[in-house]
């Protein structure tokens, strides 16, 4: 079963994304503020983080570029979930290292769908780097 850390200090945005991910079987460890998600996450690396942009004490981007820095975490996915839509935004968020950027509100239909797809990714990232046999078999 992934973990996936979720940073949102909106208690019912908080609750709602634990349900979906829960439902479709992630366990999650949900924070109301960037530093104890940041703490949390390098002491406790999880398989994938969704921050969002605007919390007390550290923002999402700030936990991401934390996250990008520190070899133990550098390479955990994140995505970003947040209210900010305009085209500098997200290309703040993803400049930040972010592997996506979701914009809420949001369908939690498409949202589940991109978490595992995000997952997806990396898993398929880990393959090729233990089977490289299969990065020859696909072209790359």
Known sequence: MATVLLAEDDADIRFLVTLKLTQAGYQVRGFGDGLSAAADAREHPPDLAILDTMMPGMSG????????KEPATAKIPVIILTALAHEADITAGLAAGADDY?????STRDFTTRVNAVLA???ARLVLVHRPEVGRIVGR
């Open 61 to 68: 981007l700030e936990v991401c570029r934390e996250l990008r």
């Open 102 to 106: 979701i914009v809420k509100p949001f």
């Open 121 to 123: 990714r990396v898993h």
